[in-house]
């Protein structure tokens, strides 16, 4: 059973930093490609970042040089590091990743940042 699990999210003020990790069971995650999407109130779901297996790595425009995003496969746990932050990444942010050609999500956590 493959379980994603997200953490991390929280209040912060505009410039300040956080960071997301997101805990994944189930898989062999040295394999997976992992991803951090976001929805904000009234938006459609976006993705913010992906890394592949070798841990190349990839970032929407709005994010780039601002946002991080690493793999720890000893822990099977994949990160996103947010610096910067501005009031417009408000959303709640999605791990996911593709397994057997099944989409998986976690159920999110949610950054709120103020200005």
């Known amino acids: 059973q493959v379980q994603l699990v997200e953490s991390g999210g929280g209040l912060v003020q505009a410039g300040g930093s956080l960071r997301l990790s997101c805990a994944a069971s189930?898989?062999?995650?040295?394999?997976?490609?992992m991803r951090w999407y976001r929805q904000a109130p009234g938006k459609q779901r976006e993705l913010v970042a992906a890394?592949?297996?070798?841990?190349?790595?990839n970032y929407a425009d709005s994010v780039k040089g601002r946002f991080t995003i690493s793999r720890d496969n000893a822990k099977n746990t994949v990160y996103l590091q947010m610096n910067r932050l501005k009031p417009e990444d408000t959303a709640t942010y999605y791990c996911?990743?593709?397994?057997?050609?099944?989409?998986?999500w976690g159920k999110g956590t949610l950054v709120t940042v103020s200005s």
């Open positions: 996911n990743t593709e397994n057997y050609g099944t989409n998986y």
């Open positions: 189930g898989i062999f995650f040295r394999l997976n490609a």
């Open positions: 890394i592949t297996s070798v841990s190349s790595t």
